[in-house]
């Protein structure tokens, strides 16, 4: 135990006076020369660094060079907080903190300024700055490792803050964890832009750990807007296994093997769930604002409407409003309603209780500007008519009745389109409404009429899917007749056409899966851009072969999601209940890539075995699958940097002498990541690592 102690305080030492050795060039000279590329190096400190006893107020730290202060409420932080952040300013060639809180006895503290220091001609920053100190004997010595990344993308969440709460100081709560609401942290720490952390100056004792993604950089925790992770366990930095330090030379700061994992995501189910306000903004529409979304209603009673004249529209999945359409004559509605709202609110211990609220809403027509001057320009006009003994003719207004259609272009048949209105539909006359197939040439052409179905949206009560039994690289016409759709508003449809054809499969991709899954699992896969935006999904996957048709030329991507409830969707976790969210994986093939090729009229063969996707997330596993991203963003680099040499090896009139050495400066460039890699890949051999 001592021995360790001691090689994780070293660790922590050579953490910091990296800012006194990684210095090797020469700064720009008046005259010219290689641009200065290199942070400012630290050359004194008044109190030393790692000061026990501390008492004093003020610590000044001298560079090399001149520096500026940028960021620093957003960069820097103090482990443990202090309820008034010290003050940075700079004095000379350094900077001067003024400590202005009142400091704990025998408290080890740290002051992390991120990224705030930089050099004051260049702004090279000085990254991973850390002064540390104690009030007692002693400066707590221990380090920890971890990454955090976004549990649903699957990839790594930077400048993530690290929550540290000592185990035996909280209360035993396993049904209820309140933690990181009520109690200020015992040590803080944060995330690198590749989502490693280090934890430093941590007790040899058992630590309970959160990771807070911290969106609007006030080093707070906002449920619903924050990302948030959670561990199954305790733990105890000493017991943890031991793991690799190195300097990252392609991101200039330090990073490590991590030995804790944190997935995640966004907590939705904290907030309490009430009804916050109803609004009338329409003589035909109520809007019921709750705090939360997806409220669970049970029943609806407005005074002198019937429960079937109300059309409910919850417009999106995921919102907290509810908008309800009363189908009612507008001269039959009174100027305020009055009802009452029976749903399910999360009472005082948030256990969520059946609730009757009165509901009383009143709407009162308020003429805007624009329709007062449309108003007084006609009374005008039809006094003059009346004056000029002529008729009066009222201008046309364009039809309000508002209709959307994805009918146009070329469609994916599997998935057919889709119409839009703006208000809920109270008549369709699906039968007036065609669709055709459309044969022969553009001079002679035969329609033939196809059967189709209309599904409405049950989150959008303005929203349907068309499906019929569509023919691949055929066209089609969409018509609508006039007066076929009546929306609640009362309004009805002009006459509409729209013509558009299927895809031709000779023009994209298909991606056959073969399945191997795990018994009594369920599996939502999709298919992703480069970017991973999802472009098509499959759910309810098990063991077998699946195809995905109509898949673009280009970069794809595979994400699988490990349904565990079997609901189709992906669900996130809950900090409260300590509830881990559904694991989200990109697939990696044996040689370490996600990122995979298409073209057209391609066949793609993919076999997919989820024990391996989703393998027991080891220390070992994980530092293997970061290892394994690391080489693959490194190779596509390379890649994009061979492309571009090439590409200036073509162009004309290129000096042949200065390509060669741009060329060289570009293979350097990417020697020095290859090196970097070496480093980041020789787990085994230690190679490139502290320890």
Request: net charge negative.
């Given at each position: 135990m001592k021995n360790s102690t001691l090689i994780l305080k070293a660790a922590v030492t050579l953490l910091f006076l990296g800012a006194f050795l990684t210095r090797c060039a020469n700064i720009m000279s008046p005259d010219g020369g290689p641009k200065d590329t290199l942070p400012p190096v630290i050359t004194a400190i008044n109190p030393g660094n790692f000061a026990t006893n501390f008492k004093e107020k003020k610590i000044y730290i001298e560079f090399n060079e001149y520096v500026q202060i940028k960021d620093q409420n957003k960069e820097m932080f103090t482990?443990?907080?202090?309820?008034?952040?010290?003050?940075?300013?700079?004095?000379?060639?350094?900077?001067?903190?003024?400590?202005?809180?009142?400091?704990?006895?025998?408290?080890?503290?740290?002051?992390?300024?991120?990224?705030?220091?930089?050099?004051?001609?260049e702004g090279n920053p000085l990254n991973a700055m850390r002064y540390v100190f104690s009030t007692g004997d002693t400066v707590d010595s221990l380090i920890c490792s971890g990454y955090t990344a976004d549990s649903y993308k699957a990839d790594s969440v930077s400048r993530t803050f690290l929550w540290f709460y000592i185990l035996d100081s909280l209360p035993d709560t396993p049904e209820y964890d309140s933690t990181i609401f009520n109690r200020k942290p015992d040590a803080i720490a944060r995330a690198q832009?590749?989502?490693?952390?280090?934890?430093?100056?941590?007790?040899?004792?058992?630590?309970?750990?959160?990771?807070?993604?911290?969106?609007?950089?006030?080093?707070?925790y906002e449920p619903g807007t924050d990302l948030v992770g959670i561990l199954d366990s305790a733990y105890n930095p000493a017991e943890l296994p031991p793991f690799a330090i190195w300097f990252d030379s392609l991101r200039h700061y330090p990073s490590a093997d991590p030995q804790l994992y944190f997935r995640m995501f966004t907590d939705k189910t904290f907030k309490a769930q009430r009804l916050v306000e109803a609004v009338r903004g329409d003589r035909k529409k109520i809007t019921l604002y709750f705090n939360t979304a997806l409220p669970?209603?049970?029943?609806?009673?407005?005074?002198?409407?019937?429960?079937?004249?109300?059309?409910?529209?919850?417009?999106?999945?995921?919102?907290?409003?509810?908008?309800?359409?009363?189908?009612?004559?507008?001269?039959?509605?009174?100027?305020?309603?009055k009802g009452s709202i029976t749903y399910y609110r999360h009472d005082s211990i948030r256990q969520l209780v059946k609730t009757t609220e009165p509901i009383k809403v009143a709407w009162k027509q308020v003429e805007s500007k624009e329709e007062q001057k449309e108003r007084e320009k006609e009374e005008r006009e039809r006094k003059k008519a009346e004056d000029e003994g002529r008729e009066y003719i009222p201008p046309k207004r364009p039809n309000p009745f508002k209709f959307k259609s994805s009918a146009s272009g070329e469609i994916n048949p599997e998935k057919g389109f889709e119409i839009t209105v703006d208000y809920p539909l109270v008549?369709?006359?699906?039968?007036?409404?065609?669709?055709?197939?459309?044969?022969?040439?553009?001079?002679?052409?035969?329609?033939?009429?196809?059967?189709?179905?209309?599904i409405r949206d049950t989150l959008n009560a303005g929203h349907y899917f068309v499906r019929a039994n569509w023919e691949n690289a055929t066209k089609y016409r969409f018509y609508v007749p006039k007066g076929s759709l009546k929306d609640v508003m009362e309004?009805?449809?002009?006459?509409?056409?729209?013509?558009?054809?299927?895809?031709?499969?000779?023009?994209?991709?298909?991606?056959?899966?073969?399945?191997?899954?795990?018994?009594?699992?369920?599996?939502?896969?999709?298919?992703?851009?480069?970017?991973?935006?999802?472009?098509?999904?499959?759910k309810g996957v098990v063991s077998g072969k699946y195809t995905i048709n109509f898949v673009s030329p280009g970069e794809i991507r595979i994400r699988i999601i490990e349904d565990t409830n079997g609901n189709g969707e992906w669900d996130a976790g809950d900090v409260i209940n300590r509830l881990q969210p559904e694991r989200s994986e990109m697939f990696i093939n044996e040689k370490g890539e996600d990122l995979f090729a298409t073209k057209a009229n391609w066949d793609i063969e993919i076999d997919i075995d989820m024990s391996t996707v989703f393998k027991p997330l080891t220390m070992a596993n994980l530092i293997q699958m970061l290892e394994d991203k690391e080489a693959a963003r490194i190779k596509k680099l390379s890649e994009e940097w061979e492309k571009k040499r090439l590409e200036n090896l073509n162009k004309e009139n290129q000096n042949s002498g200065g390509m060669m050495g741009s060329s060289g400066g570009m293979m350097g460039g990417l020697g020095g990541m290859m090196g970097g890699l070496g480093g980041m890949t020789g787990s085994s051999s230690g190679s490139g690592r502290m320890f």
């Open positions: 482990s443990p907080a202090m309820k008034k952040m010290p003050l940075i300013t700079t004095r000379g060639k350094g900077i001067v903190i003024t400590i202005r809180d009142t400091l704990k006895e025998n408290q080890t503290y740290a002051i992390d300024l991120g990224s705030a220091i930089r050099d004051n001609n832009n590749n989502g490693i952390f280090i934890a430093q100056n941590l007790k040899p004792v058992k630590y309970r750990i959160y990771a807070i993604g911290d969106k609007n950089d006030n080093q707070m669970k209603i049970d029943s609806l009673l407005l005074d002198s409407i019937p429960s079937d004249k109300i059309i409910f529209d919850p417009r999106t999945k995921g919102k907290d409003t509810l908008n309800l359409w009363l189908n009612v004559a507008a001269e039959q509605l009174p100027d305020t309603i008549a369709f006359d699906s039968t007036a409404v065609k669709l055709y197939k459309v044969t022969g040439n553009e001079q002679n052409p035969t329609e033939t009429e196809v059967e189709k179905h209309f309004y009805e449809c002009d006459s509409i056409s729209s013509s558009f054809s299927t895809y031709d499969p000779e023009k994209f991709s298909k991606i056959v899966l073969t399945i191997k899954g795990e018994e009594g699992k369920q599996y939502i896969i999709q298919q992703t851009d480069s970017s991973s935006k999802t472009q098509q999904e499959l």
